[in-house]
């Protein structure tokens, strides 16, 4: 999901300013993926001898800028964030901690540049002392500096937008115990004025998130409102203001928020985790500014408090997933996963367990293979659950394969051997070959007229003369007549 801020600096090509700063979010693409998810790992967030820290909340982004998805988590017992770097195949070996002052209880998380650097800072929001910490990254997995600023009572949600068109990007919170949401104006260099605190026209904010959904290139709020069950839409003017302009229904008290366009209309939408009543919403907009309806689906768990919006089988449309804490005491936690049928309804739910109390969760492409994997965290048992899609398999016991296809590679990231799957209709010449990135061709795994069938073979990750390949990242590319697809797969040595 990416955000593009241009500043009311920028002129058109005939010197005419903008009116306003313009903002836009699009998603990147996905490559195709399967829904079935395995657990390949269970990282500790705990220090050795360390006892419950409750990790709560993720972000996911390239702190030391290798090119791989890093993980930063709070803690809000422990009163730190640690920050776990990709060991560049897809791992997280280990940590560092950052602290914070005692009491502080970090919790509801976002990223972003806030200094116009280049590099990844981060921001927190404490529930225990009020304070927003701003994290100010180095470019090299660390930070330069570590700065509280008072934001508001009991901050349970945060969100990042360009509020006033100047190309700097401020902070929004949203206080449940104040009852109201704070705006932090960013002065440029990623230092933040005094909180301007500001009604939403609810009781009880308790998520806020930021897009443009009425389209006039300005960024608008979306707010949570814990005790009226509702979701409010907050309209900006482009100077920091803020007006209400719609509200809905979910029917369950809203935890968390996730933005993007679930029906395909090309207008955004939002998805929430409703805790009072075990559901969670997709609640439609009209790209004007208005809510249409709100459609609610059974959570599969008790208590869910996190939501989160991705592509995971790379057909084009957001797949949902909801984090279910569980019953206390019960360690009956668990993540739902839904299946976007391209019309914006939710359906075939498969669900996976905690070892306790599924918390919050990252879709990202942990391994650089294409494909979206997903990061989640047990706030009990202070556990990073990683879980990447099954191979996608091909096959057809209903009758003789039809189509062309190519699946993805298992297992990936591999060594020493991995196997592609493959379909082909017709008859014909096939090749199989495999490339580096460059576009050097590696190995010819197959190179012969074929029958229509499907198939599966094997690479030992060595090139055409028997060489063993280095470690990194490779593309493999079936070739059946005038038909082409190209996969990336993972070598690790």
Same mark, same amino acid.
């Given at each position: 999901y990416v955000t593009v801020n241009l500043s009311s600096d920028i002129a058109f090509a005939d010197g005419t300013p903008l009116t306003h700063g313009y903002t836009w979010n699009f998603w990147a693409k996905a490559d195709p993926g399967s829904l079935e998810l395995q657990e390949i790992a269970r990282i500790p967030v705990r220090q050795p001898g360390e006892g419950h820290i409750q990790t709560y909340g993720a972000f996911a982004g390239d702190l030391n800028e290798d090119g791989y998805s890093d993980y930063s988590v709070p803690n809000e017992l422990a009163n730190d964030v640690r920050v776990f770097l990709n060991d560049g195949q897809g791992g997280y070996s280990s940590f560092t901690a950052f602290p914070l002052p005692g009491g502080s209880?970090?919790?509801?998380?976002?990223?972003?540049d806030f200094n116009r650097d280049g590099h990844i800072d981060f921001v927190v929001g404490n529930i225990g002392n009020s304070l927003a910490t701003v994290y100010l990254g180095d470019g090299n997995g660390g930070f330069l500096s570590i700065?509280?600023?008072?934001?508001?009572?009991?901050?349970?949600?945060?969100?990042?937008?360009?509020?006033?068109?100047?190309?700097?990007?401020d902070i929004v919170s949203a206080n449940y115990s104040a009852n109201n949401l704070a705006l932090l104006l960013n002065n440029g260099s990623g230092v933040f004025g005094s909180a301007q605190s500001f009604e939403s026209g609810g009781n009880g904010e308790r998520a806020v998130a930021a897009a443009d959904v009425n389209e006039d290139g300005i960024g608008d709020l979306i707010v949570g409102v814990f005790n009226s069950n509702e979701l409010l839409m907050l309209l900006g003017d482009g100077s920091g203001g803020y007006a209400l302009s719609d509200r809905i229904s979910v029917g369950g008290s809203p935890w968390m928020l996730a933005?993007?366009?679930?029906n395909g209309d090309g207008t955004l939408d939002v998805a929430s985790a409703n805790s009072s009543n075990n559901s969670a919403s997709a609640a439609f907009a009209d790209g004007q500014g208005n809510f249409i309806n709100a459609v609610s689906y059974s959570s599969g768990g008790t208590f869910p408090l996190a939501i989160d919006l991705g592509d995971l089988d790379g057909d084009g449309d957001l797949d949902l997933l909801?984090?279910?804490f569980g019953n206390f005491g019960?360690?009956?936690?668990?993540?739902?996963?839904?299946?976007?049928?391209?019309?914006?309804?939710?359906?075939?739910?498969?669900?996976?367990?905690?070892?306790?109390?599924?918390?919050?969760?990252?879709?990202?492409?942990?391994?650089?293979?294409?494909?979206?994997?997903?990061?989640?965290i047990d706030e009990l048992d202070d556990l990073l659950f990683i879980f990447e899609p099954l191979p996608l398999s091909l096959p057809y016991p209903g009758g003789p394969?039809?189509?062309? /296809? +190519?699946? %993805?590679?298992?297992?990936?990231?591999?060594?020493?051997?991995?196997n592609f799957g493959f379909r082909i209709s017709d008859f014909g010449f096939v090749k199989l070959e495999i490339f580096d990135l460059s576009g050097r061709k590696i190995r010819t795994l197959r190179s012969e007229p074929m029958v229509p069938g499907t198939y599966e073979t094997q690479w030992d990750g060595r090139d055409d003369v028997g060489a063993l390949m280095a470690s990194g990242v490779y593309l493999y590319r079936?070739?059946?007549? /005038? +038909?082409? %697809?190209?996969?990336?797969?993972?070598?690790?040595?």
């Open positions: 209880v970090p919790s509801t998380n976002e990223g972003a700065t509280s600023y008072t934001a508001g009572q009991s901050i349970r949600g945060i969100t990042v937008l360009d509020a006033e068109g100047d190309g700097d990007i933005i993007g366009d679930i909801v984090s279910n019960s360690n009956n936690g668990r993540w739902r996963c839904y299946e976007n049928d391209g019309d914006g309804n939710f359906i075939n739910p498969a669900d996976y367990p905690a070892s306790k109390a599924a918390s919050c969760a990252v879709f990202h492409d942990r391994d650089r293979d294409g494909d979206l994997d997903l990061t989640c394969p039809s189509g062309f /296809a +190519l699946g %993805q590679n298992y297992p990936n990231p591999f060594n020493p051997l991995t079936l070739q059946a007549g /005038a +038909l082409s %697809q190209v996969r990336k797969m993972v070598l690790v040595r």
